[in-house]
Structures are given as structure tokens and as C-alpha cells.
Nanobody
Framework: VQLQASGGGLVQAGDSQRLSCAAS????????AGWFRQAPGKERDFVAA????????IYADSVKGRFTISRDNAKDTVYLRMNSLKPEDTAVYYC???????????????WGQGTQVTVSS
């Protein structure tokens, strides 16, 4: 499975943005998927994850209520809708797939290349 993240860019605080993660591979629709982010000089942090059917989602406390993860298995795509963005949301955002529904990056098998999100104050 190959993952391609897109949708990043420069936005202002309070704005919204949607990231997409397009997958290639016939098994993606059966895989758990997640989003992580990494700010300069920091570790890769969990953001959100979703089960293969989309029935269960989990979020980091820092984004709960502002971010929404969803998926369209017919399009082999996972989305991350980000509302009320803050400067501290600035990071490279990575999509991942495979493994159990987890907050731990080492549980995921497949990774995309990352997309930069920059939130100006």
C-alpha cells in the first residue's frame, strides 16, 4: 500500500483546512488509518485514527472537537478536516495505515510522505 498525503499549506489562525491521504493498493479499505504530525525538533505525535469501516475514531486531546477524521473507501482516501487552527498545529502531517486502532506510531505499517501545515498567528 502506498499513501500520498496532500492539502497542506499556509493558513491563518482560526482558519480551516482539509488534508487528504490517497492510497493505492487493493487492501486499503480493510486497514485502519491514522494521522500523525511532527513539528521541528519534536517527536511524531498522534492526531487521529479511524477503523477500516469508519465506525470508530480516536483523537488526541489537543485536537478533539476541532479535527475530524473520515474516510471514503470507494475512493481509497482518508481525510482530516481541521477547524479552528492554531499556530501550535503547525507541523508536517503524515498519514498512516495498517495495524490496530492505535495512538502509537510504531503500530502502523504504511506511511505517506507528509504534507506541511503552517498556521500563522
Amino acid at each position: 500500500v502506498q499513501l500520498q498525503a496532500s492539502g497542506g499549506g499556509l493558513v491563518q489562525a482560526g482558519d480551516s483546512q482539509r488534508l487528504s491521504c490517497a492510497a493505492s493498493g487493493r487492501t486499503f479499505s480493510y486497514l485502519t488509518a491514522g494521522w500523525f504530525r511532527q513539528a521541528p525538533g519534536k517527536e511524531r505525535d498522534f492526531v487521529a485514527a479511524i477503523t477500516w469501516a469508519g465506525g470508530t475514531t480516536i483523537y488526541a486531546d489537543s485536537v478533539k472537537g476541532r479535527f475530524t477524521i473520515s474516510r471514503d473507501n470507494a475512493k481509497d482516501t482518508v481525510y482530516l478536516r481541521m477547524n479552528s487552527l492554531k499556530p501550535e498545529d503547525t507541523a508536517v502531517y503524515y498519514c498512516a495505515a495498517g495495524g490496530p486502532l492505535s495512538r502509537h506510531h510504531d503500530h502502523y505499517v504504511y506511511w505517506g510522505q507528509g504534507t506541511q501545515v503552517t498556521v500563522s498567528s
